[in-house]
Every structure is written in C-alpha cells, then in structure tokens.
C-alpha cells in the first residue's frame, strides 16, 4: 500500500536486469512504480543545452524533447509496462545522481532500484565529475535517505525468492541502519541471516603483516562484537549465523556470498569522499557490486527500513 | 510597428510568454520573427538623449583608428588577424555608426550590431588597456547592447535569461522555496560527515552573508555543501538569505538595464535586512561584476559600493589561509603543475589579481602563470554571456584557441578557474580541441587539502 519504488534508469541495456528487478519488486508490493531517466548534463553556461547521456550529443532539452524521452522510456519497457501498469516515467535533464537524490527526496521514495550502468565516460567528458567521486551509483548509494537496491550483474533469484541474506558490517553507525533492515527482511520472508565481518588485513592498513595469533584474535573479538551489538537485538529470531574471515572485505564478501548460495547482500555504503579519492579502486560497495552474483542493497540511514 | 509574438520590444515579465520562448526550439521562430521587426528610431533616439553622455560621446569622437587595440583582442587573435575583428572597428561601424546617423537604421544593421555586440565580443574590456586614449570599447559595447536589446534586437537565451532574472530575481527557474529547501536538504546530506555543520537561514547580525549563482542549486547544490564545509571550519558566523541569494546577473549580459536594477535591489536589499557585516559571493566572475562593481550605479547608490563591504570568494580564501582560519596539510598541496584562469570580471574589471596569487602561494607547490596573466590576461572566450548563445558557437569555439594556447604553454594539465563562465569555456575548450587538461572550482580543491580540526570530525564507533 503506497509504496514508492524509483527505477534510476539509464534508458539502456545496461538496465535490463535492474529493471526486471524493480518491475517484480512493484507487482509483489503493488508500489508505485516510476521510471526515472537523467537525460544529460547541463553545459553551454545557462542555456538549455545538455550532452545526452546516452548518445553523449548535444541536444535542446525543452518540453518537447522531454515528452519523447518519456515516450521513448515507455516503449523501452513495453513489455512490462504491458503487465504492470502502475508506473509512471519521468525524465529531468541534470547531474544524474544529484536528480535521482532530489527526485526520492522530494517524492518520499522508499526504494531506489539502479543498476550500475550509467555511462561513466559519458559524464566525464561533460566534465561533472568533480562532483563525484566514483560512480553515480557511489554517490546515490551514499546519500539517498532510503534503502538503494543495486543490480550489478544479472541475478540468478529475486525478491520473494529469497532464502539466505548476507549483511557485510563494519560496525560503523551507518551499519546499524543496514543491519535493521536485514532483520526486517529476514523476518518478513522468514529466511536466514548471516551476519558476516571481513577482517583488512591489507599490509598498507596495518603496520606490518599481521601474525595468524592476531587475526584469530581480532575474528574473536569481531564475533563478540557482533553478538553484542547484534544479536542481542534480534530478540526471538534465531535463524542466523556470525561468520568473520580475513582476508581484503570486498573480495571475501562476495566470495561468502557465494559460498553460501545468498540472493541478497545488506551493507552500507558511507566512505566519505575525501577517503575515497584516496583508494583507486572506489567503495567495498562499489567492488561488491561489481562481484557479487546477488542484488546487493545499500542502507546507511534509518528512515525507510520498516517501510518495505 | 512589426512585432513578433516571441521577438519584439517587450521584455519578458511573465512565466507564460518565458515558456513559449522557452518552447522555441534553438529560437528559430524567434530569430525569423526577428527578420521582420520594425525599428523604432524614435525610442532610439530618445534613448540616446537620455544616456549617451559625453564619456561615450569624446571615446566615439577621439578614436584615431590607430589600431593599437588589435592585437589585444583574442577574437582578432583567434581568426587570422581579420580587420573586421578589430575593436575600434567593431564599434565604430555599430554603435559609431548608429550615433552618426542619429538612430536612423533599418532592421538589418540592427542585427549586425547584434551579432557583433554578442557574438565578437565577450565586454572583456582587454582592448581598454592597449588604447592610448584609454578608449573602453568593451563598456560601450556593453551600452550598445542595452541600445539592442531596448529594440529587441537580443539573442534568444539573452532574452530568456533575462525573463529568468525579472520573474524569479535568478537566472534559472528558482523560486524561494526551491532555494530554502536545497538548503536544507544540502545541510542534511552532510550531516553524517560534517557534525554541527548547518546552512543558516536568514540569520540576523551574521558575519557574512554568503550568495550564489543560480546554477548551483539547480544542477549541481555540493557546490553549495562545499562552501558551507569550508565556513564551517574557518568558524564562520555566516548565513545565507531566503531572497536575494542569487548574485549574477544575466539582465547584465543582455543589456536589460531595468532587469540588472531589479535584480541587485534584490540583493542589496537581502543585506540591509540582514545586517550582516560582509557580503561574500561564490566563485562566479560575473556576478561580482554585476553586483559589487557595476550594481551600485545601478541602483542609484551615491556611494558606489555596495550597502555592506563585499567580497570575492577568492579574497575570503585568501584571508581565510592568510589568517590561519583554514590550514592546508602541506602533504596535500598540489604537487603537479596548475594554472589559474584570472576572470576578467574580478581580476582586470575589479583588481583581485593579488588574492588569486595569494591564494595559489598556499596551495600549488608548482604554480605556473599563464602568458599574460592578472589584468592582462586573456578572456577565457565564453565571457558576456557567448557560452550560452547558441546563435555564435561557431564564432565562440573559434574563439577558445587563444585560451587552449595559453594553456599548453604553461605545461599545466590543471587549471583553477574560480568563475563559472571561466570553467564552463575551459570545459568547452577540452571538449572542442581535446588537449588532455582538467579544470576545477577552488572549492573542491580545498576540501581535499584543508586540516579538519579534531572536534569536526565525525565520531563513528
């Protein structure tokens, strides 16, 4: 009931598979679904040019070029639309991770579904990319107020499916949030918890290699952390595991993930972005989803995690 | 009197006739409207009595065709020395022949008065420090285009931006609202990583009243995050008002002499409410131009300054370092070679040479000034509002070269541009000649440099 899903679309193939996603997700849910497309970014100074993110073309981004994007978006999805016809397309020149933040803000979204396709060359040669660090997935992952479900490779189950979820922690107060809306999931559906921990043990965070009594000294103290923090919240619900490895985070999450059969990963995604221009490689996140052969879902804020 | 629906005498004062402007793809019935708009030379020639006073009348009479203004035009420069792009001679044969026939002129030269006043000169006012006479042809061009604009000879996003400014007091559809809640929502989305940092509102008695280009808050608000960042680190009392926050001045570029009053009254009036102590505008060239050098006169002020002492955003970076209020960590200034692109609008027109360098001492260990620099430098070559007009993109990336050639000899792949006209050619300029540069704002340079003292950072368990 009045659930809002927003499909951040890139109007391309890239989002066929976020797109499958967030049209199941709508029919289980019966949600508003919308169609959002960020058609290109603003250059030529004031005027109402934009670079088209698909084609990277100049293009006059008047009323009427907008009306036949929303055309185009509705015969993209035809198909779906065809058997869930309650959704609506939207299509807003701009920045595209700033117009999707601002479109969920303003319309009170309670789930962004993406996938990780958008165009990063494209954005680029627009010359925006001061404004981000990473991708726009990163950058929404990091500041949208409610849950972002991020598709990054085709997925072998979906919502609904779901019998196992992996929630990835590092503690962090962000975490709490994401932690809170696995618990819900996991009641909801009634399917297992892992609560997993990857300990860095990345020479260049640490001093020096760290010695193997270390490690297993650090996983202890991880998994009394976890239940601490955890499980004691978790009250009744008992269909859970703690699992902490060694190893680099990004790789032994999905690596767990896999190892598991998981069809959902839970963690947050709050790197600040002076830290991030440090890494060359981005996010854990935005590695996860690189990765991951499940959905993987952000949630670094405690607004919308009751709401799905 | 011939008069098209969309091109004709009136300025645009509200939001239906903007959007059916707006609706005219590229302008293309406005321009054909144009072909047949009548002259009116009586309005032209009241209007000369009333303001073409004796300044503009001796620098039209005292010009000896010398020609010694040439080569300091990027536009002669850029198009193999062409006569025709000489200053003296592009405002002789306008606005000098517009006088000399006491207004008196048909609808044809009046849009070749047009495509010259916008499309060969961005009113960089280079020529004026080359004349012997100290002639400033870019000030009169700046006139000539008010003498357009009054017959409505101006080019279509001209006359869009300054609709924009007289129905919203900005140069993009921003209402109060729109402002207030980016405001807020900016304050909120960093309220994680900046602990305490707030955007203040309409605070009365602050130290500094912070305003911004309209641009920002429409497409690209962590500008606005950035800046309330770095006031948050230097301790600043500051705020920012509800109305009277947008600071440029598009009314400026086209000549819409009622719209460029309307709009600093707006601003002018935001700091009197306020009483705050200072203003300081955000890094846009122009605005600074618009509001603190030329708006007084504008609004009558006797003074000339504006009602509280104003600053660039450059002048509070500079004091901000030059105090200690920021401290850059030295293991983070820029190690490669930068560049820095002085805007002509608040380095030649308004002396801020010295910030900028200043600026650069405390951040850049390898600083390289273009050839020339400070007030002789070169337009970026999308100044007076050329970036946005459709109508001359040919003449405008013709134009970039000198730019682009400056640029490469500096051996710089980085360069400052703390003005968004500046930034916006520059980002153009990779665009059209693809040379391998980057180009930024200060803003975010110096987020990630400064030293975040102990008690803002962010307490995560």
């Given at each position: 009931?009045?659930t809002k899903?927003?499909l951040?679309?890139t109007a391309s193939p890239a ?6 996603v ?14 959002l497309?960020?058609?290109g970014?603003?250059v030529?100074?004031?005027s109402?040019?934009?670079?088209d ?8 981004c008047?009323?009427?070029?907008i009306?036949?994007?929303?055309e185009?978006?509705?015969?993209i999805?035809?198909i779906?639309i065809?058997?869930?016809k309650?959704?609506i ?13 601002r479109f969920?803000?303003?319309n009170?979204?309670d789930?962004?579904v993406?996938?990780t396709g ?10 925006y990319t001061r404004?981000v660090?990473?991708?726009t997935?990163?950058?929404?992952a ?8 991020i ?6 189950s979906?919502?609904?499916?779901i019998s196992?979820?992996?929630?990835g922690?590092?503690?962090s107060k962000?975490?709490?949030s994401?932690f809170?809306?696995a618990?819900?999931i996991a009641?909801?559906?009634?399917c297992r918890l ?8 990345l020479p260049f965070d640490s ?5 193997q ?8 103290a ?12 978790m009250?009744d619900f008992?269909?859970?595991n ?7 985070p990004?790789?032994?999450i999905?690596k767990f993930?896999?190892?598991n059969?998981?069809?959902l990963i839970?963690m947050a995604h709050?790197?600040r972005?002076?830290?991030?221009n440090k890494t060359?490689l981005g ?8 990765r991951?052969?499940?959905?993987v879902?952000?949630v670094?804020?405690?607004d919308?995690?009751g709401?799905? | 009197m011939?008069?098209g629906?969309l091109?004709?005498k009136i300025?645009v004062n509200?939001i ?11 302008g293309?019935v406005y321009?054909?409207e ?8 009586p309005?032209l020639v009241k209007?000369?009595?009333?303001t073409l006073?004796?300044r503009l009348?001796t620098?039209?009479?005292i010009c000896v065709?010398c020609?010694l ?5 990027f536009f ?10 000489v ?5 002789q044969s306008t ?5 000399k026939?006491k207004?008196?002129?048909?609808n044809e ?5 047009m495509?010259?006043?916008?499309g060969?000169?961005t ?11 100290g002639i400033?042809i870019g000030?009169?061009?700046?006139y ?8 409505g000879?101006?080019?279509w ?9 007289r129905i919203y007091?900005?140069q ?9 809640d980016?405001c ?9 990583d900046?602990p305490?940092l ?8 602050a ?5 911004v280009?309209?641009?920002?808050p ?13 006031f948050?680190?230097?301790?600043e ?5 509800s109305?009277g926050w947008?600071?440029t001045?598009?009314a400026?570029?086209a ?6 009053k309307l709009?600093v009254?707006a601003?002018y009036?935001a700091?009197e ?6 203003m300081v ?5 122009h605005?600074y131009?618009?509001t603190?050098?030329e708006?007084?006169?504008?609004a009558g002020l006797k ?18 370092l030059r105090t200690?209020?920021l401290?850059?960590d030295?293991?983070?200034k820029i190690k490669?070679?930068?560049t820095?692109?002085?805007?002509c609008n608040?380095?030649?027109n308004?002396?801020?040479k010295e ?10 260990e ?8 400070g007030?002789h430098?070169f337009?970026c ?5 050329l970036n946005?007009i459709g109508?001359?993109r040919k003449?405008?990336?013709?134009g970039l070269?000198v730019k682009?050639?400056q ?5 710089a792949?980085l360069?400052?541009?703390p003005c968004?006209?500046c930034?916006d050619?520059i980002?153009?300029?990779?665009e059209v000649?693809?040379i391998g540069?980057?180009?930024?704002f200060?803003?975010?340079i ?11 950072k962010?307490?995560d368990?």
């Amino acid at each position: 009931m009045g659930t809002k899903i927003l499909l951040a679309s890139t109007a391309s193939p890239a989002c066929d598979d976020a797109a499958r996603v967030a049209f199941d997700l709508a029919k289980r849910y019966n949600a508003n679904l919308t169609i959002l497309h960020v058609i290109g970014i603003p250059v030529r100074g004031f005027s109402n040019t934009v670079i088209d993110i698909r084609t990277g073309e100049e293009v006059v981004c008047d009323d009427d070029y907008i009306e036949w994007v929303k055309e185009e978006l509705r015969s993209i999805y035809s198909i779906q639309i065809e058997q869930y016809k309650n959704c609506i397309m939207e299509s807003v020149p701009g920045v595209p991770h700033r117009e999707i933040l601002r479109f969920a803000r303003k319309n009170n979204t309670d789930l962004i579904v993406m996938g990780t396709g958008a165009k990063k060359e494209c954005i680029e040669t627009a010359g925006y990319t001061r404004y981000v660090s990473g991708s726009t997935m990163q950058a929404v992952a990091k500041a949208a107020r409610c849950p972002v479900l991020i598709i990054g490779r085709p997925a072998a189950s979906f919502w609904g499916g779901i019998s196992k979820i992996v929630f990835g922690t590092d503690f962090s107060k962000a975490a709490d949030s994401a932690f809170m809306f696995a618990l819900n999931i996991a009641r909801k559906i009634g399917c297992r918890l892992y609560i997993f921990h990857a300990i860095n043990i990345l020479p260049f965070d640490s001093e020096k290699i760290q010695l193997q009594d270390e490690i297993e000294d650090k996983i202890k103290a991880a998994k009394e952390k976890i239940r601490k923090k955890y499980v004691t919240r978790m009250k009744d619900f008992k269909n859970y595991n703690i699992d902490v490895w060694e190893g680099v985070p990004y790789v032994e999450i999905v690596k767990f993930a896999r190892e598991n059969y998981s069809d959902l990963i839970v963690m947050a995604h709050h790197a600040r972005d002076s830290d991030l221009n440090k890494t060359r490689l981005g996010s854990t996140i935005e590695q996860v989803v690189l990765r991951a052969s499940c959905p993987v879902i952000s949630v670094n804020h405690p607004d919308k995690i009751g709401d799905l | 009197m011939t008069e098209g629906t969309l091109c004709n005498k009136i300025p645009v004062n509200t939001i239906e006739k903007l959007q059916a402007l707006l609706t005219d793809k590229r302008g293309q019935v406005y321009y054909k409207e144009m072909k047949q708009l009548e002259v009116d030379t009586p309005a032209l020639v009241k209007i000369l009595q009333n303001t073409l006073k004796s300044r503009l009348k001796t620098w039209l009479k005292i010009c000896v065709h010398c020609g010694l203004c040439a080569d300091s035009c990027f536009f002669y420069l850029a198009n193999n020395k062409d006569p025709r792009q000489v200053p003296s001679y592009k405002i002789q044969s306008t606005l000098g022949e517009l006088v000399k026939r006491k207004g008196n002129v048909d609808n044809e030269f009046m849009r070749m008065a047009m495509d010259i006043a916008w499309g060969k000169c961005t009113c960089c006012n280079r020529c004026v420090m080359y004349c012997p006479f100290g002639i400033d042809i870019g000030v009169m061009f700046s006139y000539l285009r008010g003498l357009c604009f009054s017959q409505g000879f101006v080019p279509w996003e001209m006359k869009i931006g300054s609709g924009m400014h007289r129905i919203y007091q900005a140069q993009m559809d921003i209402t109060s609202e729109d402002w207030v809640d980016t405001c807020d929502w900016m304050a909120e989305e960093s309220e994680d990583d900046w602990p305490g940092l707030k955007i203040p509102m309409d605070k009365m008695n602050a130290d500094i009243i912070y305003t911004v280009n309209a641009r920002e808050p429409k497409y690209y608000p962590e500008d606005l995050t950035q800046a309330a960042i770095l006031f948050h680190l230097a301790g600043e009392n500051w705020t920012v008002p509800s109305e009277g926050w947008e600071e440029t001045s598009l009314a400026m570029f086209a000549g819409d002499w009622e719209g460029c009053k309307l709009q600093v009254e707006a601003v002018y009036a935001a700091m009197e409410r306020l009483k705050a102590r200072r203003m300081v505008v955000t890094e846009c060239g122009h605005a600074y131009r618009a509001t603190v050098i030329e708006g007084p006169y504008w609004a009558g002020l006797k003074s000339g300054k504006t009602p509280i002492e104003s600053f660039h955003y450059i002048e509070w970076v500079a004091e901000a370092l030059r105090t200690g209020k920021l401290k850059i960590d030295p293991a983070k200034k820029i190690k490669e070679p930068v560049t820095y692109q002085d805007s002509c609008n608040y380095i030649r027109n308004a002396g801020l040479k010295e910030a900028a360098r200043e600026v650069m001492s405390y951040i850049a260990e390898d600083f390289r000034e273009m050839e020339p620099h400070g007030e002789h430098n070169f337009c970026c070559g999308g100044g007076g509002g050329l970036n946005g007009i459709g109508r001359y993109r040919k003449q405008r990336n013709a134009g970039l070269k000198v730019k682009r050639d400056q640029i490469l000899a500096t051996g710089a792949k980085l360069v400052i541009s703390p003005c968004h006209n500046c930034w916006d050619a520059i980002r153009d300029l990779e665009e059209v000649f693809k040379i391998g540069i980057r180009w930024s704002f200060l803003k975010p340079i110096l987020i990630n440099m400064v030293v975040v003292p102990e008690h803002l950072k962010p307490k995560d368990e």
